[in-house]
């Protein structure tokens, strides 16, 4: 399957916003010049696609984050002067366009701060046709997904932990990943004790 990238004449020609909700906010790889607390509107952050490289294996995946449609998404907007825009581009693509599972899109995000400000920005949405698009599933069917996933970054709890620790140290509570989180810092406890 071909990745869906956007066109060189879709990207504004002075900086680049890129909205981050997952482990973009942890460990951006790129050189930006500002990042603040954003809102996009229209998707919502999903344990919602099966990762068969960086977080599991085709035979043992695990589970990353998408945007998938309906709600409403609190990240960070990370600002890249237009210096920086075509190998931030280049970056992302390789990271994020591995399998092809995500849509490269633009879209209006809301900055947060004295006043709101809208901006363009580029995001990766879930593709809800790829064969990795996972939908929506039980608390249970996750935590075994992640249980089990390690792939090329690591093990998938980590990606999950991680995740959960830097929304926290924005202020921002995802209350399913929370509660994902809280099980699985309750099986690390059991684990240490053992």
């Given at each position: 399957?071909?990745?869906?990238?956007?066109?060189?004449?879709?990207?504004?020609d002075g900086?680049?916003w890129v909205?981050?909700?997952?482990?973009?906010?942890?460990?951006?790889?790129?050189?930006?010049?500002?990042?603040?607390?954003?809102?996009?509107?229209?998707?919502?952050?999903?344990?919602?696609?099966?990762?068969?490289?960086?977080?599991?294996?085709?035979?043992?995946?695990?589970?990353?984050?998408?945007?998938?449609?309906?709600?409403?998404?609190?990240?960070?907007?990370?600002?890249?002067?237009?210096?920086?825009?075509?190998?931030?581009?280049?970056?992302?693509?390789?990271?994020?366009?591995?399998?092809?599972?995500?849509?490269?899109?633009?879209?209006?995000?809301?900055?947060?701060?004295?006043?709101?400000?809208?901006?363009?920005?580029?995001?990766?949405?879930?593709?809800?046709?790829?064969?990795?698009?996972?939908?929506?599933?039980?608390?249970?069917?996750?935590?075994?997904?992640?249980?089990?996933?390690?792939?090329?970054?690591?093990?998938?709890?980590?990606?999950?932990?991680?995740?959960?620790?830097?929304?926290?140290?924005?202020?921002?509570?995802?209350?399913?990943?929370?509660?994902?989180?809280?099980?699985?810092?309750?099986?690390?406890?059991?684990?240490?004790?053992?």
């Amino acid at each position: 399957m071909a990745a869906q990238i956007l066109s060189e004449a879709e990207f504004p020609d002075g900086d680049l916003w890129v909205f981050g909700y997952g482990s973009l906010i942890w460990k951006p790889g790129f050189v930006f010049s500002e990042q603040r607390p954003a809102r996009l509107i229209g998707e919502h952050r999903s344990l919602c696609i099966y990762s068969m490289v960086h977080r599991g294996t085709p035979e043992k995946p695990g589970l990353v984050l998408g945007l998938d449609r309906g709600g409403a998404c609190q990240g960070v907007a990370f600002r890249v002067e237009a210096a920086h825009q075509r190998a931030t581009i280049a970056y992302l693509r390789e990271r994020e366009q591995v399998t092809s599972v995500y849509r490269e899109v633009m879209r209006s995000v809301w900055i947060e701060g004295d006043a709101r400000q809208r901006v363009r920005a580029l995001a990766y949405v879930a593709d809800r046709g790829h064969s990795q698009y996972a939908g929506r599933l039980s608390l249970d069917e996750q935590l075994r997904l992640v249980r089990q996933g390690h792939g090329d970054y690591g093990p998938n709890d980590e990606y999950v932990m991680s995740t959960v620790t830097a929304l926290e140290a924005q202020g921002i509570r995802d209350t399913p990943l929370y509660q994902l989180a809280t099980m699985l810092r309750g099986e690390g406890a059991l684990r240490r004790h053992a």
